[in-house]
């Protein structure tokens, strides 16, 4: 096995992808075994367990502390899981206080408890999880239903925009009638545009960490590929997207000026390009904001694997 696959699997380089401290290139390869290999799936999970228990007994110092503060509670999901632990904590503390015999207090012939109020320590204890562990539930079943009610809103958006790229291929099909009939092609022979198949793919704002890579099945009779990229904010008046191919950095394909729509309670760009241009591998769309004065910056890359069927 290369030392490059060895390194997937020992706890400080994990730990630095955990943390945010590896490079893009390394952490969208951790990214993409976290989906696809399940033994590693399951030592992230490990890893990332005693990073966090770690940060609750208070045992990391200097640079890892301070990048833990700045980069891994940047998620809302990490923020809950060390908010459950540090609950388990404070629980598992206030338990051992409790049990903790008294030398000044309790006399000679007290000392040893009588089996009831053991028993009945015990299950005060009991119940003390089990509502920590409800309210945990709670509080993740109430995060689950407001993320799949922002999937339904954004996939509406997909849809209208899905039927408003429809319109304007109709509408160019209409300005290019002159171009159709010196190339002899027969109104009969045009493609109707009501019959294009099409397949779309909503990708989040680009995040580091443990968020899976998104795939889109591309089947042969795919006329286009709807993307859907969601901004974490909107400070540009046009964008404009780069399809690239990762493993040589070459643009395969590139989109015209295009305007921020609305997706509920966000922005968003989104473009249409034509199937055939893709093979079955990983793209990266690259998102450059156009500046008023002139001038383009990038504003995030998003990462997607195309399987061909």
């Known amino acids: 096995m290369p030392s490059s696959e060895r390194n997937l699997f020992d706890d400080q380089y994990v730990v630095r992808y955990l943390l945010g401290d590896l490079p893009a290139e390394e952490a969208e390869r951790l990214d993409e075994m976290s989906v696809a290999n399940d033994d590693f799936a399951w030592r992230l999970r490990g890893i990332e367990n005693d990073l966090v228990d770690s940060y609750v007994r208070s045992e990391l110092t200097g640079e890892t502390l301070r990048q833990f503060k700045s980069s891994y509670m940047t998620s809302a999901r990490r923020r809950e899981k060390v908010e459950f632990a540090e609950g388990l904590r404070r629980f598992q503390l206030a338990e ?97 545009i009501g019959q294009l198949k099409t397949v779309s793919l909503l990708l989040p704002p680009p995040t580091r960490g443990l968020s899976s890579l998104k795939t889109v099945t591309v089947h042969g009779d795919t006329d286009l590929l709807v993307l859907l990229l969601t901004l974490d904010s909107a400070d540009f008046p046009r964008y404009r997207i780069t399809l690239k191919d990762p493993a040589t950095n070459a643009a395969v394909w590139h989109s015209s000026e295009l305007e921020a729509v609305s997706t509920g309670e966000g922005k968003a760009v989104s473009v249409g390009l034509r199937a055939g241009l893709l093979k079955q591998q990983i793209y990266i769309a690259e998102v450059a904001g156009l500046q008023r004065g002139g001038g383009a910056r990038i504003v995030g890359d998003y990462p997607f694997h195309v399987v061909l069927r």
């Open 96 to 192: 051992t206080t409790a049990n903790k015999p008294s030398r000044t207090s309790v006399p000679f012939w007290g000392a040893v408890s009588p089996p009831w109020i053991a028993l009945k320590l015990a299950m005060s204890a009991a119940a003390l999880m089990i509502i920590v562990v409800a309210g945990y539930l709670l509080v993740e079943n109430a995060r689950l239903r407001r993320e799949i009610n922002d999937v339904r809103v954004q996939q509406g958006s997909i849809e209208q925009r899905r039927l408003q790229l429809e319109r304007e291929l109709n509408e160019q099909r209409s300005a290019n009638s002159e171009w159709q009939k010196k190339s002899e092609l027969s109104p009969s022979a045009a493609p109707d």
